[in-house]
């Protein structure tokens, strides 16, 4: 776990014990509502960056030579707001497909639009009309990615959606 992620699991910490002492029922709630709606944000993000290394790994054995660089407490801006999360670039050569996910972590960053958990936003350097916007949302016990097309429609992110930007990237 990251220095930030550490941090805010103490502030947390500290806000339920001033609710429990308070007698802050409300706040309770709230604070267990935020805490489970961050693991679901967790595992989506997590699982979004997994299957991006492990569909780069079998490219990487079937001879692709792709680097992999992970960077966590990663800041990006979809919209007004600014995102935390995890950035994961992939590169060869000069081509390379980044992969940001996360959500606001304060109040001054802003909130995710469109009622979702978590954006994403996966890139290919040069080539801007070539990337998604991702959406994560809470679907039961499991978050779910839906991609924002640019006809404002949304629809289930597939893993095949990802492999072909893999494909791009070695094309």
Known sequence: ?????????????????????????????YLDLRAANDRLRAAGVEWLVETFTALAGEANRAGAGLSLSRTEAHRFRVG???????????????????????????????VVRGGGLASA?????????????????????SPRWLVLEKTGA??????????????????
């Open 1 to 29: 776990m990251g220095s930030l992620d550490e941090e805010y699991e103490r502030q947390m910490g500290d806000a339920r014990e001033r609710a429990r002492a308070q007698g802050r029922g409300d706040v309770l709630d």
């Open 121 to 141: 936003l996966v890139g290919h350097f040069g080539l801007r009309d070539a990337g998604d916007e991702l959406l994560l949302v809470p679907e039961g016990d």
């Open 154 to 171: 949304r629809s289930a992110l597939l893993e095949e959606r990802l492999s072909r930007h893999l494909a791009k990237l070695l094309g």
């Open 80 to 110: 007004n707001s600014t995102m935390v999360g995890t950035r994961l670039v992939l590169a060869r050569g000069v081509r390379a497909l980044t992969v940001e996910a996360g959500w606001p972590r304060a109040p001054r960053d802003g």
